[in-house]
Nanobody, 123 residues
Framework: QVQLVESGGGLVHDGGSLRLSCVAS????????MGWFRQAPGKEREFVSA????????YYADSVKGRFTISRDNAKNTVTLQMDSLKPEDTAVYYC????????????????WGQGAQVTVSS
């Protein structure tokens, strides 16, 4: 079992930055692919970013590429999403998720989920 807890959400102005962190408890964090997803009001959940178990490969949705950066520290059981040049359309609840072995952009394939962190970007 892996438990995930996000932190770092908040309210920023258009063009601002936020950093989301997700701390995992439980065993074998370093064996898990970690992803970030988001869900805006009235919209479906969407993939944002993912990182391989080693941290050597990263993946981004086109909508955030060049603005968001995902990273992980396996020694600290932490995955981070640095969000720069935020836009009002980035407003959503952001979820950290984990799955074993292989990266996927489908949320349905992730086994473990955090409780979510609200990110609000004002225009």
């Amino acid at each position: 079992q892996v438990q995930l807890v996000e932190s770092g959400g908040g309210l920023v102005h258009d063009g601002g930055s936020l950093r989301l962190s997700c701390v995992a408890s439980g065993r074998s964090f370093s064996n898990y692919v970690m992803g970030w997803f988001r869900q805006a009001p009235g919209k479906e959940r969407e993939f944002v970013s993912a990182i391989s178990w080693s941290g050597g490969r990263t993946y981004y949705a086109d909508s955030v590429k060049g603005r968001f950066t995902i990273s992980r520290d396996n020694a600290k059981n932490t995955v981070t999403l640095q969000m720069d040049s935020l836009k009002p359309e980035d407003t959503a609840v952001y979820y950290c998720a984990g799955r074993p072995l292989w990266v996927s952009t489908s949320g349905d394939l992730y086994e473990y989920w955090g409780q979510g962190a609200q990110v609000t970007v004002s225009s």
